[in-house]
């Protein structure tokens, strides 16, 4: 069998060399120790030496090409021995300049998601030649440091604070640090939290155009979002991916909650006049207190039934949507719901929300009704476990004792957290919504 | 409990284990007769003999060699380096013998060494004799590196570094070697590798020290405290192994960090203890970590210029203040 | 040529015919394994630097065999020769050179830092005369441990210009410690000649720290044999150190990346010409200890035992990569 004679491993860096000249021509008798050919390194100059006898029976590689380490360069052979035609001029797969220090960082590279996730995880007990170079990790080409100072409109919150704000869904924006330059500071949010601290100015959340510039940097073309987008679309996609959302809807028959309203404000000043919602607010008070688990929050730890009910009312601006919670709606009247609703749809309009509440919303309504809206299916507004969508009450056929009779009909959806509940709960939670509602004396209660 | 200077307690504890293992020996500059430059061997020689107390010629990397060597049989040399400045002389014996012999025989050989040496400025003794170099030791991976703050601390871990398997980098900052401290008599009593000491507990930021610098910390926290200010000073004892879960659960309280130290700021441990802090606690930090370093310059010898050059409890205090 | 090389001489007769067969065996297993480590280099399988022993084999044999069981060792970088003439495992020496689990320190140390405590092999040691000074360390810690030990500490020419030679020479002579320094003078330290690094003879370096120096003819088995055995028996009597500067020849490069620019071809014939192997060979056919045949046996048998441990190596797996941080650290023992 023909020996291969191969480009030489000369150095611990040599990863390929040059055929500078042959000391032996097809034929010749080479003994072992005998040397055959010189090979220029990027080093030097460097004699091959044969490591096995036999007769010179074919040259791979001419003088002056240069081929990787490991590539055949010659054949050997017995003197009577026939050699095959064209040997591989590829070097084998595995070959020693493969494994060479010059394509460690470009390995490194190439494995470097693999690689980094087994040796998180537990290493493998035989690992290929390639996996021994997982210590080396590619260079890091200078980065910029982000968010450069002198950025005006950044708004510098320490990391603690940061991730409080962010669990707690606090939006950072109105909140004034009281740290060096400013920055919002764990006690800062602490304080936002419980509700004491002051926010800052009548907030420019509703105009976006003095919205300063914390947006993202647009693609071609695009828009920046304002803030306030960038919330939306941050909670909602977080909802949608996180909250597995089943639906329930059905009508709900107006026409007694109408004619109560109507008595309610008959005499009613502006201030204590009672709106729609404020009726489907006080209803769902009182459902939520009978139906807790619409009223919790899911964690991977488990389920925390909130004490509290307060109730976030969505509430349509320019720019966007906001959803302030009525406080304590658990034992307020319907008169106090009212003047509370329409004092939070004024500060949300004037910006002067107070940070409590922002976060501490535990069930929402979102109501279309003033736009003609028939169904309104909502998004959970996380970590809630429930939202309920009101469409506009409207004057429409219902059959009422096989007759068909014209009602004030209005159609409510719950979008509910499938794993908080299950449909059966969702359905007897909604069916105590309408009875409340079609029976509208309770409300007054 | 007895009050001893750190440097008797230091003695005490040669004693101590050299009284319980016959197979520890001093070697070192000037240790014997002259009772050692800081004076922790004074009388060692007399009581244990020219064998066991052994007075050296000036060659660092030789007689570092030599413990390293008769480690390696079976022995428990200690090797004193007067100090850490002329530790650089033994570098290449420490860095590619002593920290490495163990790993490249892949556990065949043992380096069970104490080397001591006395470091840091002040002195003033200018730039060649001020070096502060615990974070350029604690760089390389198989050592043990030390720096107490206190007598107690000096006893304790000297103690436990003759009962390591390993080589210890033993260093003691000179300013503090007359300090005084009450000190456990138990000839059992040791202070266990890596474990951070929380010498006054606060709630609004974590000054982090080692050695001489401890006591810069300390005497910040005191002051602080006329602010309304409450510092936990945290002094980590030994810099390898490493006790980052006391620092970083203290960081987690107070969500800042100001590290002291000697060392130069550029490269110096400081960096290392900021990079841990920023990777195992960023999201309870208030402020960037700070650091009040040593100044990057050689040591000058100018009263004035060498006060200025090291850290201060006053720039420990302006830290603090920067970041609330 | 600056150096006198004599053939093997009239007093042979001390070791008898069977240890001089056992000198002659492994003067081959030196050569061989190392033409065949060189081979494997050059297929990539043994990687890193690679210092080829060749030509200076009767500087090992000599020296090793001088030495008594419950000796040490530490060498310098160019150290399978002194591993195999100290009995260390020639397939497990292959195996740490193709970096394997079973090589003797697992794939840790590679070609410059072979270990073997089992065998009192201390190492070797990659930086120039590192090691001067822990064999002064075993040697005080046999002294004080009352124990009739000593430490073998070869190192090349290139060690006698660092501070280290220097320092270790002064406190072994000092502490009258149980020290042989075995200089193995190959003329070149890389490619600087010898002759233009120092400015003196090394005896005359050793003999000022006041112990015995002597310099001998490294290319002869016998004479290294006979000088070191000289050297224990001093050592032994608590005489203290024993210098012996060996003359001696590397037919290879200083590592495979030499291109050997600083010498020439000829210089290599000519001591090729007194190669120490031949010249045990023919030292023995000459008194009828060895025939042609029982040549070729010595060259089957080593041949077999480097092919062997070729396989051995090739058949040892890589360590599992969660040995990367095991032994960073000594833990306690039981004594």
Known sequence: MATEVTMPQMGADMTEGTLVKWLKAVGDQVDRGEVIAEIETDKATVELEAFESGVLKKLVVQEGETVPVGQVIALLGAADEQVDAEPERQPPAETPARRGHGDASASARQNAATTTAQREQAPPAAPETEQMHVNITPGQAGGSPDGMPGDEGRVRVSPVARRIAMDAGLDLSRLKGTGPDGRILRKDVEAAISGKLPVTEPQPAARPAAEPARATVPATGAQPLSRMRQAIARRMSQSKQTAPHYYLTLDIDMTAAMAFRGQLNASASEEQRVSVNDLIVKACALALERHPKFNAEFSDAGLTMHEEINIDIGIALDEGLIAPAILGCKGKTLGQIARESKDLVARAKSGALRAEEYSAGTFTITNLGAYGVETLIGIINPPQAAILGVGSVMPRPAAREGQVVVRDLMKVALSADHRVTDGAEGARFIKEIQGLLENPVSLAL | MTELRMRDALREALREEMIRDSRIFLLGEDIGAYGGSYAVTKGLLEEFGEERVKDTPIAESGIVGVGIGAAMAGLRPMVELMTINFSFLALEQIVNSAAKLHYMSNGQIRVPLVIRMASGGGSPLAATHSHSLEGLYAHFPGLNVVCPSNAADAKGLLKRAFRDENTTIFIEHTAIYGVKGEVPDDPDFVVEFGKANILRAGSDVTIVGYSGSVHQALRAATLLEQDGIEAEVIDLRTLRPLDMGTVIASVKKTNRAVIVEDDWKFGGFGGELSAQIMEQAFDWLDAPVARVSGKDVPMPYNRNLEFAALPSEEDVVEAVLAMM | ?335
């Open chain 3, 1 to 335: 040529m600056t150096q006198q090389i004599s053939l093997p001489g009239s007093a042979m007769d001390d070791p008898g015919s069977e240890q001089l067969g056992l000198f002659l065996y492994q003067m081959q297993l030196l050569r061989r394994f190392e033409e065949k480590t060189g081979e494997m280099y050059t297929k990539g399988k043994i990687r890193g630097f690679l210092h080829l022993y060749t030509g200076q084999e009767a500087c090992a044999v000599g020296a090793l065999n001088a030495l008594r069981e419950q000796d040490q060792i530490v060498t310098h970088y160019r150290d399978h020769g002194h591993a195999l003439a100290r009995g260390v495992d020639a397939n497990r020496i292959m195996a740490e050179l193709f970096g394997r689990v079973d090589g003797l320190s697992g794939g840790r140390g590679g070609s410059m830092h072979l270990y073997d405590v089992s065998k009192g092999f201390l190492g070797g040691y990659a930086i120039v005369a590192a090691h001067l000074p822990l064999a002064v360390g075993l040697g005080l810690a046999a002294r004080m441990q009352k124990e009739d030990r000593l430490a073998l500490c070869i190192f090349g020419d290139g060690s006698v210009g660092e501070g280290e030679f220097h320092e270790a020479l002064n406190l072994a002579a000092l502490w009258d410690t149980p020290v042989i320094f075995f200089c193995e003078n190959n003329l070149y330290g890389m490619g600087v000649r010898f002759a233009e690094s120092l400015s003196t003879q090394i005896p005359k370096l050793a003999a000022a720290y006041n112990m015995p120096a002597v310099s001998i003819n490294g290319m002869d088995v016998l004479e290294v044999y006979r000088e070191t055995r000289k050297a224990v028996e001093h050592c032994s009597a608590g005489n203290g150190p024993y210098f012996i500067e060996a003359m001696t020849y590397r037919y290879r490069g200083h590592s495979m990346a030499d291109p050997e620019l600083y010498r020439l071809k000829d210089e290599i014939e000519q001591y090729r010409k007194r190669d120490a192997i031949e010249a045990l060979k023919q030292h023995m056919m000459e008194r009828g200890m060895l025939d042609q045949a029982g040549w070729e046996d010595v060259v089957r048998r080593v041949d077999k035992a480097v092919d062997d441990a070729v396989a051995f190596a090739d058949a040892s797996p890589e360590p599992g990569l969660d040995t990367l941080y095991g032994n960073l650290m000594a833990e306690p023992t039981d004594d």
